[in-house]
């Protein structure tokens, strides 16, 4: 049982290139997310998705991009990485999104720490 | 608009101490879910907790204790008989009915010294 996997787990790149973290989930969890974690600023909301074809900023979404063409797969691109984006970055998602009647916890992926020079 | 304030950044304690986090949220809707994350120094996160905004009953779970308060939107969490193996980050969270964020406090670092 897999869980949230997220791919690479470490990466380093040079200002202004891309790239994407994948992130992908096999419990049929409708309801996916970015994090990134910076010292002493807790856990930011990137980007959510609800489902398959919907996506939704968070509260730092500037210099991200997010897709979700499948239930499974949610995956962040950096198009112009810069020295700011350094931080580890972490998918989690959930069997439904938030609504009343229901709401679950968020099931995290390892993380993938990422540094820009 | 959503809050979590989480006003200790660290907290040091010799092992078997008792130690409470504290966590207070902010939030106009009536039904809304709170959560307790534990991030060990590997890194992972872990789910500890959930509690709506309907059951204000108190939790305890072995040496984990949770006490939620509508009347001062408190969401504290007490560890009894503190473990070195307790040592952590630990995140309180919130999402309301309809919003689709869960939105984190910035952490509380526990230090459990033998």
């Known amino acids: 049982n897999a869980g949230v996997t997220q791919t690479p787990k470490f990466q380093v790149l040079k200002t202004g290139q891309s790239m994407t973290l994948q992130c992908a989930q096999d419990?049929?969890?409708?309801?996916m997310s970015w994090y990134r974690q910076d010292p002493g600023m807790g856990l930011r909301l990137i980007h959510y998705?609800?489902?398959?074809?919907?996506?939704d900023q968070g509260e730092v979404p500037n210099g991200y991009n997010v897709s979700r063409s499948t239930t499974e797969d949610f995956p962040l691109r950096l198009l112009s990485a810069a020295p700011s984006q350094t931080s580890v970055y972490f998918c989690?998602?959930?069997?439904?999104?938030?609504?009343?009647?229901?709401?679950?916890?968020?099931?995290f992926g390892e993380g993938s720490r990422l540094t820009v020079l | 608009a959503q809050k979590v304030t989480q006003a200790q950044t660290e907290i040091s304690v010799v092992e078997k101490e008792d130690v409470t986090l504290d966590c207070v949220y902010e939030t106009r809707d009536t039904t809304y879910y709170l959560f307790w994350y534990k991030q060990p120094p590997s890194g992972e996160l872990v789910f500890l907790i959930r509690r709506n905004s309907f059951d204000e009953q108190n939790e305890i779970s072995g040496r984990y204790s949770w006490n939620f308060q509508k009347s001062t939107s408190s969401f504290n969490f007490t560890i009894t008989a503190s473990q070195v193996v307790d040592s952590a980050v630990y995140f309180c969270?919130?999402?309301?009915?309809?919003?689709?964020?869960?939105?984190f406090g910035t952490g509380t670092r526990l230090k459990v010294l033998a």
């Open positions: 998705s609800v489902g398959a074809g919907i996506t």
């Open positions: 969270a919130l999402t309301t009915s309809g919003t689709y964020k869960y939105i």
């Open positions: 419990m049929n969890h409708e309801y």
């Open positions: 989690a998602s959930s069997y439904n999104p938030p609504r009343a009647g229901y709401t679950g916890e968020l099931f």
